[in-house]
């Protein structure tokens, strides 16, 4: 299927219709629980349901940039308990005529709906980046309680923190692997068909929703009270400084900076070569421990 999208000898149409039946073979699970909103009624009634649940998940998808100061916003991604997995199309275009789906919501309808959000809990994955996109597209600031990127990372650092990993891993094992490139790789995301489109976008913030209920069973274990503390209060509010800091720019000393790099390196080697011959002295012991049932 790759090697067909990515041929130069098959049309849009042709592609598009193979990833049509791609998406549908993975994700085609969460067609009845998936929704694309058209009207701004319909977004003002899923915000309403989610301030009232105090918890919405939320995830962004660009054109195809991962560059938020310039990319254009191709939808935001919603999901809150009680409802299905919700998509909002933004900046989605005809294919034959390039020209912008007349019927989808704007930025402004966006903003002026997410600004309501103040007293929710929003749940992200890699918020630093959403969070950017949505202030570079509308001009919004959110406020983000819950990273499940940042979450998995603190649960588990040995382990890719991707959404898709860690929701087959914890959550669903029986859902294929798949990413965003190997579903439209090589076609505009614009073209898609949001119906299609949907499938993949609006599930994310499902997946993100559900990883956060786990991480919160995971974070509520008493030997990780410190963790979680870490986590909710030092984690989750630098996350916002740093994407204001990505978004300004800061300065840096190369000079200074190299020096202190090459200072703390050198002290790291020093520590390494320690434990590793530490380490050499147990070889046999541990080689022995490994043919153990309890190994």
Known sequence: TEKVIKSKSVSVQEKLAIITENVYRILGVYKDRTQVIR???ELVDYIDKAISNGEIAVDTETNNSLEPVTCKLMGPCIYTPGLKNAYIP???KDL???ERLSWQLTEE???EQFARLVDTKIIMHNGKFDYEVIKCTTGLELSIYWDTMIGSKMLNEDEPAGLKYQYIQKIDSSIE????ESFFNGIEYAVVDPEVFA???ATDAYMTYRLYEWQKEQFAQPDLER???VFMNIEMPVLTVAAEMELAGICIDAEYSKRLSDKYHAKLDIIDNEIAKELDKYTDTIAQWRLTDEA
């Not at 692997?177 to 965003?180: A, H, P, V």
Request: no cysteine.
């Open 227 to 229: 963790v979680f503390n």
């Open 199 to 201: 499938l993949y976008a």
């Open 109 to 111: 309808d966006v903003r």
């Open 90 to 92: 933004i900046n989605h």
């Open 96 to 98: 034959v005529t390039g």
């Open 177 to 180: 692997k798949y990413d965003i």
């Open 39 to 41: 009207t701004k009624q």
